[in-house]
């Protein structure tokens, strides 16, 4: 299973991004999507995740800014981000973990995609 995300970019403070992420394959069901980032001289932490029945969990340092969403029917996953901060600035990373139509299970991560915040 692999995923594609889109959507960086460089962005003023105070700016809005949304990131998408599309995951293709041999997909039978997805369970968990998440956004992940890494920033300069950090290890990778998690921004938000959704399950498949559309329970979200985020951050704390991102609540009430950024607002993760999924189409199923697209297995897709989108963090919308406002109100950007400079300590946004990392290398954005999507996860996915389900099954697969073989029936195996898969946790496959994106390429990551950069987001900047500065002026």
């Known amino acids: 299973v692999q995923l594609q995300a889109s959507g960086g970019g460089l962005v003023q403070p105070g700016g809005s991004l949304r990131l998408s992420c599309a995951a293709s394959?041999?997909?039978?069901?997805?369970?968990?999507m998440g956004w992940y980032r890494q920033g300069p001289g950090k290890q990778r932490e998690l921004v938000a995740t959704i399950t498949s029945g559309g329970y979200t969990n985020y951050a704390d340092s991102v609540k009430g800014r950024f607002t993760i969403s999924r189409d199923n029917a697209k297995n897709t996953v989108y963090l919308q981000m406002i109100s950007l901060k400079p300590e946004d600035t990392a290398v954005y990373y999507c996860n996915a973990d389900g099954r697969r139509t073989d029936w195996g299970l898969f946790d496959s991560w994106g390429q990551g995609t950069q987001v900047t915040v500065s002026s």
């Open positions: 394959g041999s997909i039978f069901g997805i369970n968990v």
